[in-house]
């Protein structure tokens, strides 16, 4: 694009000369003129190629950028969902060795062994459990499953945990699902 507009230009300031080549004073002007242009053509030319350049590299650094933080992206879910599958892992050795006793007593106690490094686990994982009876109703992290009426308990105070519910930091995993009292 550069070389055709180079062109044209010598083209018109030859066209120049040669219409009048009788004017040698005018000559001269118009020879310095088409230097002149050349001159500044050739900068911007060269101004040109190294806006280009920075701009393409820009370009494939950019690409590149994007490229790596999705691949980053995915290794961070996968990571977080094998170490979330790792910690449960025990709890599962937990449950088959209880399962192996023919005892009441000795599946009891293996399935409290079993209920305490499941709780360690969450606790590890930042989950906490809520809804305890006599705690106060929150409709936001609640599900109220039945109405009763209590004396011995006040207005909107749960009677009864069908299912605990699960929080990590703020957001709730699930809902606890209860029974609400007066």
């Known amino acids: 694009m550069s070389e055709e507009i180079k062109n044209e230009a ?3 300031a030859e066209e120049k000369v ?3 080549p009788a004017e040698k004073k005018e000559d001269k002007k118009l020879k310095n003129e088409l230097e002149k242009a050349q001159k500044s053509l ?4 060269k101004e040109f190629d190294e806006l280009n350049d920075r701009y393409m590299r820009m370009i494939a650094e950019y690409d590149n950028y994007r490229k790596r933080t999705a691949k980053e992206k995915e290794s961070i879910y996968t990571d977080a969902y094998f170490d979330a599958l790792s910690s449960i892992l025990p709890i599962i050795d937990n449950v088959e060795r209880a399962a192996a006793y023919k005892e009441s007593d000795k599946v009891a106690e293996g399935i409290g062994l079993i209920l305490k490094s499941f709780n360690e686990v969450l606790e590890k994982m930042s989950v ?3 809804g305890e009876p006599g705690d106060a109703f929150d409709p936001n992290i609640h599900d109220a499953m039945m109405h009763v009426e209590r004396e011995d308990l006040g207005e909107n105070v749960i009677a009864d945990v069908f299912q605990k ?3 990590k930091d703020d957001r709730v995993l699930r ?4 029974t609400v009292a007066n």
């Open 10 to 12: 010598t083209e018109a």
């Open 18 to 20: 040669k219409k009048k």
């Open 42 to 45: 050739e900068e911007k030319t």
């Open 128 to 130: 906490t459990s809520y």
């Open 165 to 167: 519910g699960y929080k």
């Open 175 to 178: 809902h606890a699902m209860v």
